[in-house]
Protein backbone atom coordinates (compact mmCIF):
# COMPACT_ATOMS: atom_id res chain seq x y z
CA UNK A 1 0.00 0.00 0.00
CA UNK A 2 2.82 2.73 1.38
CA UNK A 3 4.51 2.33 -2.09
CA UNK A 4 1.30 2.91 -4.50
CA UNK A 5 1.05 5.64 -2.38
CA UNK A 6 5.03 6.85 -2.76
CA UNK A 7 4.26 6.44 -6.77
CA UNK A 8 0.92 8.12 -6.44
CA UNK A 9 2.56 11.07 -4.61
CA UNK A 10 6.03 10.85 -6.94
CA UNK A 11 3.16 11.39 -10.24
CA UNK A 12 1.74 14.07 -8.54
CA UNK A 13 4.94 16.06 -7.33
CA UNK A 14 6.24 14.88 -11.33
CA UNK A 15 2.98 16.85 -12.31
CA UNK A 16 3.08 20.01 -10.14
CA UNK A 17 6.47 20.25 -11.40
CA UNK A 18 5.99 20.18 -14.77
CA UNK A 19 2.87 22.66 -14.37
CA UNK A 20 4.75 25.50 -12.74
CA UNK A 21 7.84 24.97 -15.12
CA UNK A 22 5.02 25.97 -17.61
CA UNK A 23 3.91 28.54 -15.80
CA UNK A 24 6.97 29.98 -15.09
CA UNK A 25 7.81 30.01 -18.53
CA UNK A 26 4.81 31.52 -20.05
CA UNK A 27 5.32 34.34 -16.74
CA UNK A 28 8.34 35.18 -18.37
CA UNK A 29 6.46 35.58 -21.65
CA UNK A 30 4.62 37.72 -20.14
CA UNK A 31 6.85 39.59 -18.21
CA UNK A 32 9.12 40.33 -21.71
CA UNK A 33 5.76 41.34 -23.47
CA UNK A 34 5.45 43.99 -20.96
CA UNK A 35 8.60 45.29 -20.61
CA UNK A 36 8.19 45.57 -24.80
CA UNK A 37 4.93 47.82 -24.46
CA UNK A 38 5.81 49.74 -21.64
CA UNK A 39 8.82 51.40 -23.51
CA UNK A 40 6.50 52.19 -26.65
CA UNK A 41 3.43 52.77 -24.94
CA UNK A 42 4.28 54.80 -21.41
CA UNK A 43 5.00 58.34 -21.67
CA UNK A 44 8.55 59.39 -20.42
CA UNK A 45 8.44 62.32 -19.62
CA UNK A 46 10.19 65.41 -21.18
CA UNK A 47 13.32 67.38 -19.93
CA UNK A 48 13.09 71.00 -19.30
CA UNK A 49 15.27 71.58 -22.65
CA UNK A 50 12.89 69.93 -25.00
CA UNK A 51 9.60 71.08 -23.40
CA UNK A 52 11.25 74.75 -23.30
CA UNK A 53 12.81 74.46 -27.26
CA UNK A 54 9.40 73.00 -28.30
CA UNK A 55 7.28 76.08 -26.26
CA UNK A 56 9.92 78.58 -28.13
CA UNK A 57 9.27 76.94 -31.50
CA UNK A 58 5.25 77.24 -30.98
CA UNK A 59 5.79 80.72 -30.20
CA UNK A 60 7.69 81.79 -32.97
CA UNK A 61 5.15 80.52 -35.35
CA UNK A 62 2.43 81.97 -33.77
CA UNK A 63 4.59 85.47 -34.17
CA UNK A 64 5.31 84.52 -37.61
CA UNK A 65 0.82 83.85 -38.42
CA UNK A 66 0.11 87.34 -36.17
CA UNK A 67 2.27 88.82 -38.84
CA UNK A 68 1.45 87.50 -42.04
CA UNK A 69 -2.39 88.54 -40.63
CA UNK A 70 -1.26 92.18 -40.16
CA UNK A 71 0.81 92.35 -42.79
CA UNK A 72 -2.23 91.03 -44.76
CA UNK A 73 -4.85 93.46 -42.65
CA UNK A 74 -2.67 96.69 -43.92
CA UNK A 75 -2.55 95.71 -47.24
CA UNK A 76 -6.82 95.18 -47.15
CA UNK A 77 -6.84 98.88 -45.43
CA UNK A 78 -5.03 100.51 -48.13
CA UNK A 79 -6.79 98.74 -50.92
CA UNK A 80 -9.88 100.14 -49.23
CA UNK A 81 -8.88 103.45 -49.53
CA UNK A 82 -7.16 103.63 -52.93
CA UNK A 83 -10.73 102.08 -54.00
Known amino acids: YKTQEFKSLDKTVSEHS ?3 EATNAELAAVLEYYGKVKERC ?3 PESYEQRKARREAEIEGLKQALKILQDETALMQRGRRGG
Open 18 to 20: SDR
Open 42 to 44: IAK
